[in-house]
Structure formats: structure tokens, C-alpha cells
């Protein structure tokens, strides 16, 4: 199967929630089909195409193993399995779109994402749209929780099994080319391997002070700074929980609608859209699917629907 990378989209579903500290985000890519994922995205004139679904165990039926790295045998088998479904669909020649699931599944998909770049002799950035910056490591890591250490697995800290999931170099991306905008609830033990990483940190005090215009472009600019292109994984905590209630580790004082949506809109104006994922929505917890009908515009909006 040979597909249009700007008009073909090759969703793929990983119902993980191994990486988080709540039950109930593995469920999050039902949540986003009930509010219409696929319909939304053919009415702007898609081809939406199963590429596969991804689950993993439970986990009352495994062993949690180490305690700072909680059940890392199944969300390295999830991320592998993840990793396989996404370079699938670059390879068909298609965009791909991740339906998580938890935050750590974004080791498996943007690993894919650089790796099949990587094979090109290009590089990719990452745009990480969070309350947290998730670049924790074993080290540092309060709970445990994998989906706190996925950005920095993809920077190149922490354990092999995660660094270099399927055996490609380290790091998947560099750290000039990621951002992370929305952060404002990062660990204590955390910060020094932020500030030491080089990775640009975007937090609601800079946002509220400069504005959301200002700050994506400037990270537009160091996301396209000799690359291909970059991965949008967007982690729907981001937001405020008055907009985006479902969600596991929700943080006050997050992004507005608005600020949400204007990421996806100057995103969509470049056309250096490379990959997409969404993640962490929890209809468990959620008011009337509420959250995943806001991932669901913001995908929109990523992909191309504008308000004029």
C-alpha cells in the first residue's frame, strides 16, 4: 500500500497505561473515536487508515519489577510494538497518528520517527505540549512511572532499554531541537537534568509573560533548525483542567483553549509537520468525553482546519 503523506493518515491506537500512575488512560483512543476522530479529520479531506492497534498487559496479571522503573518489560514490549506500526507507515509513505495511552508510548513513536529520518541522513525535532517536562530518569523519578521519563529517554538519559529501544543510536533527537511548552509542575530532582540537558523549556510564566505567539515562534524556529521537520506529541495536561478534565496528573494554571489551539494553527502554517500524536487522555476521568473532544479540534487544527 502506497500512501499520500499529506493527504493519507495512518492512525495508529497503543491502549497503554503501564508508563502512568493512574488506570484508565488506555482507553483514551476509544475516547477519541467516540468524539469523532475519523470523521472530523475526512470532512478536511483525509484518508484515515487503521494501521494497527497496540495494546499491553494488565497489570494486576504482571510483575510490577524494579520500583524505579515500574513494569519496564511491558512498556518496552508496547513501545516496541509501537515503534514497528509507525515505521510501517512512513515506510507505506504515510503521516502517521498516535492514539495513546500514556505518555511513555512517545518512546516507541518518536524513536520510529527519527530512526526513519535518521536513514535519510536527517533529523527531526520534538514539540512537547505538557505540564511536565517528563525528563526524569531512574535517578531522579519520585514514583517510578515511565511516562515521567520518556522525553529524556528520546534526549538520551536513562536506561538502554529506553534510549536505544530498538537498537538505534543515542539519542533519538537532539536536545537543540526539542521543546516543551506548558510546564509548570516539574520535579525538584528533576530540574538539574532539565537545565543541564540544552533541551528549550517553555513554562507558563514565560507564556503568560511574552504570550503564545511570541513563544511558538521562536519554537518553531529551533524545531525546523537543520531538520526535516518535526513530531508534534501533544499531552492533553497541557491544558488547564477546566478544558481538559480527563486527564491522569492534571496541573491548575495549564494552557487556555485558545493558547492550545494557536500551537496547532502556526504548526499547520508550516508544513513541517512530520508526525503527530496525542496522549494521557483518561475517560475515566473525564466530563462527558469532554477531553477527547478537545483533542480531537486540536488535531483538527494541527492537520490543516482553520477558523477563516
Not at 531512574?138 to 521519563?149: A, C, L, R, Y
Request: proline share 5%.
Amino acid at each position: 500500500m502506497t500512501l499520500n503523506p499529506m493527504r493519507d493518515l495512518g492512525v495508529v491506537s497503543v491502549s497503554l497505561d503501564l508508563g502512568a500512575g493512574r488506570r484508565g488512560v488506555d482507553m483514551g483512543p476509544s475516547a477519541l473515536r467516540v468524539a469523532g476522530l475519523t470523521e472530523r479529520l475526512e470532512l478536511l479531506g483525509y484518508t484515515v487508515r487503521e494501521a494497527g492497534a497496540v495494546t499491553a498487559e494488565q497489570p494486576e496479571v504482571i510483575q510490577v519489577g524494579e520500583s524505579r522503573l515500574r513494569f519496564l518489560d511491558a512498556v518496552c514490549a508496547a513501545c516496541q510494538e509501537t515503534y514497528r506500526r509507525v515505521i510501517r507507515v512512513l515506510e507505506d509513505g504515510g503521516f502517521p497518528l498516535i492514539l495513546g495511552g500514556d505518555h511513555s508510548l512517545s518512546i516507541g513513536s518518536v524513536s520510529a520517527v527519527a530512526a526513519h529520518h535518521a536513514a535519510r541522513n536527517e533529523r527531526i525535532g520534538v514539540l512537547w505540549v505538557d505540564a511536565h517536562t517528563d525528563m526524569n530518569t531512574p535517578e531522579t523519578t519520585p514514583s517510578g512511572n515511565i511516562h515521567g521519563m520518556s522525553l529524556a529517554a528520546l534526549a538520551g538519559l536513562g536506561p538502554e532499554r529506553l534510549t536505544r529501544l530498538m537498537g538505534d543510536p543515542a539519542p533519538a533527537v537532539e536536545a537543540r531541537n526539542i521543546c516543551v511548552i506548558g510546564a509548570r509542575d516539574i520535579d525538584e530532582t528533576e530540574k538539574g537534568v532539565v537545565r543541564a540537558s540544552g533541551i528549550r523549556v517553555f513554562t507558563m510564566t514565560e507564556i503568560d509573560e511574552r504570550g503564545m505567539g511570541a513563544v511558538m515562534d521562536e519554537a518553531l524556529e529551533r524545531l525546523n533548525e537543520g531538520t526535516a521537520g518535526f513530531h508534534l506529541s501533544y499531552d492533553l495536561d497541557g491544558l488547564d483542567p477546566r478544558v481538559a478534565p480527563g486527564v491522569g496528573t492534571p496541573v491548575p494554571g495549564g494552557l487556555t483553549y485558545r493558547e492550545g489551539h494557536l500551537i496547532c494553527e502556526k504548526i499547520a502554517r508550516t508544513n513541517s509537520l512530520v508526525s503527530l500524536e496525542v496522549v494521557e487522555v483518561n475517560p475515566v476521568l473525564d466530563r462527558e468525553n469532554l477531553t477527547a473532544r478537545t483533542a480531537v479540534e486540536l488535531v483538527a487544527s494541527a492537520l490543516g482546519q482553520a477558523i477563516l
